[in-house]
């Protein structure tokens, strides 16, 4: 008996965020375009605030707001609205600062392997995108990988509340116990998806030591091209 007819498997989870792509650079150039239209457009606040102090400014507004926590783009807007308010600025500035930020965080760069392991993997189970973070997966070099797609702001809750996990199960109809969790992150997406009952792959790119004070991932993998082998050489 191999070990996937023991633990049979129709949907598969995935993160995104250095999962699949790496998060920092895009964030980064994403608020770099911002700052540079800011600079353009509303030299006040360029003048007043640069990228450091912007996303100070983020992070203490997050603080402020607990329970929107999960909602980067709803906390992100607030912040400019926040900001053109204390300088006397129409209010519509927030909303374009916050339109450069979603498509310039769209413009993410996936590891070389991943979009073709997932078309691979699409053919054999349906797979659901369920991010912590804002990237719109239908505007991303990914668009046409995923079968469904979730974010903690549409959901209300980020990993490792279980909203996510429970939203990949409503729409594609297949419990959590038919299903693979795979992501980057020890707590909010392996240990999140073992309570759930998921089966989880670890996504370790760089080599981590997992947590000590964590029960181990069912599986671990350094690309997806090892998960692949690892869900269908079985089959
Ligand atoms: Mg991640």
């Given at each position: 008996m191999s070990y996937w007819s023991l633990h049979p498997v129709q949907l598969l989870t995935f993160d995104l965020d250095d999962t699949l792509w790496p998060c920092m650079p895009v964030i980064q150039a994403a608020e770099r375009a911002v700052h540079d239209w800011f600079r353009e457009a509303v030299p006040v606040i360029a003048e007043c605030y640069d990228i450091d102090s912007l996303r100070e400014h983020r992070i203490r507004v997050a603080r402020e707001n607990p329970y929107r926590a999960h909602d980067l783009t709803g906390i992100r807007l607030h912040g400019y609205r926040h900001l053109a308010r204390r300088h006397g600025l129409d209010e519509a500035i927030a909303e374009q600062a916050n339109a450069i930020f979603r498509r310039e965080r769209n413009k993410v760069t996936p590891w070389p392997e991943v979009a073709e392991a997932l078309r691979t993997l699409r053919e054999y189970f349906v797979l659901v995108a369920v991010s912590?973070?804002?990237?719109q997966i239908e505007h991303t070099?990914?668009?046409?990988?995923?079968h469904h797609a979730f974010m903690a702001e549409e959901v209300g809750a980020a990993k490792p509340d279980p909203a996510l996990f429970h939203a990949a199960a409503d729409v594609s109809g297949i419990p959590l116990s038919r299903a693979v969790h795979v992501g980057?992150?020890?707590?909010?997406?392996v240990e999140a998806a073992r309570r759930m009952g998921m089966q989880t792959v670890w996504?370790?790119?760089?080599?981590m030591v997992w947590p000590e004070d964590l029960p181990p991932p069912d599986h671990t993998v350094s690309d997806l091209c090892a998960l692949v082998a690892l869900l269908l050489d079985d089959h």
């Open positions: 912590n973070g804002n990237a070099p990914l668009a046409d990988c995923f980057d992150d020890p707590h909010r997406d996504v370790n790119r760089n080599g």
